[in-house]
């Protein structure tokens, strides 16, 4: 059974850096083909990606953040780590992590996401 | 980056409705296209994938079409527990890159 769960921070101030951990289990992310995702979803609004690792250890972000994110992995933990620099009440959302198989394609399954909301 | 328009934004049917919901591609993007549905609360949850591919245990009132540009997500007789917000979300692999459409929320009438 593939189950994945974000933990972090609720509330980080404007400026911050927010760290994100997503733990899963039912799969390896040292299996070839896998790979696990971020993605966001303001409130009210539509959901936007974030940043990709595969198995291989590459990665990959979205063009509109990439100078703010890192994406990394800790395969003996089963973890997924995202860091979003410089955090403003703009990125205030739900974050969700998923699987993604098949050849970069689908979003098979998603944790249940986190609330950040960015105030002072 | 390529964008995906949605539409409508918000719809209401009745109960064995036939529902039908659009996304175009700003540009060529085969069949690489998937459709997701986001209860309230929830995480979303896939459907259909590569355009026209059911999910396994979706049930087969729901179908997608279409390549290229233009692509089609249907709900043949509409049910109670199908309320909820859809997005159609495009991929490309060379380098893996993913953008969703604005979504549909769909309510009973």
């Known amino acids: 059974q593939v189950t994945l769960r974000e933990s972090g921070p609720a509330l980080v101030k404007p400026t911050q850096t927010l760290t994100l951990t997503c733990t899963f289990s039912?799969?390896?992310?040292?299996?070839?083909?896998?790979?696990v995702s971020w993605v966001r979803q303001p409130p009210g609004k539509a959901l936007e990606w974030l940043a990709l690792?595969?198995?291989?250890?590459?990665?990959y972000y979205s063009t509109s953040l990439k100078t703010r994110l890192t994406i990394s992995k800790d395969t003996s933990k089963n973890q997924v780590v995202l860091t979003m620099t410089n955090m403003d009440p703009v990125d205030t959302a739900t974050y969700y992590c998923?699987?993604?198989?098949?050849?970069?394609?689908?979003?098979?399954?998603w944790g249940q996401g986190t609330l950040v909301t960015v105030s002072s | 980056d390529i964008q995906m328009t949605q539409s409508p934004s918000s719809l209401s049917a009745s109960v064995g409705d036939r529902v039908t919901i659009t996304c175009q591609a700003s540009?060529?993007?085969?069949?690489?296209l998937n459709w997701y549905q986001q209860k309230p609360g929830k995480a979303p949850k896939l459907l259909i994938y590569?355009?026209?591919n059911l999910e396994t245990g979706v049930p087969s009132r729901f179908s997608g079409s279409g390549s290229g540009t233009d692509f089609t997500f249907t709900i043949s007789s509409l049910q109670p527990e199908d309320i909820a917000t859809y997005y159609c979300?495009?991929?490309?692999?060379?380098?893996?890159?993913?953008?969703f459409g604005q979504g549909t929320k769909l309510e009973i009438k």
């Open positions: 998923a699987r993604i198989s098949g050849s970069y394609s689908v979003f098979d399954y």
């Open positions: 039912g799969f390896s992310l040292s299996t070839s083909g896998m790979c």
């Open positions: 690792i595969d198995w291989d250890d590459d990665k």
């Open positions: 540009q060529d993007i085969s069949n690489y």
């Open positions: 590569d355009a026209s």
């Open positions: 979300q495009q991929y490309d692999n060379l380098p893996p890159e993913y953008t």
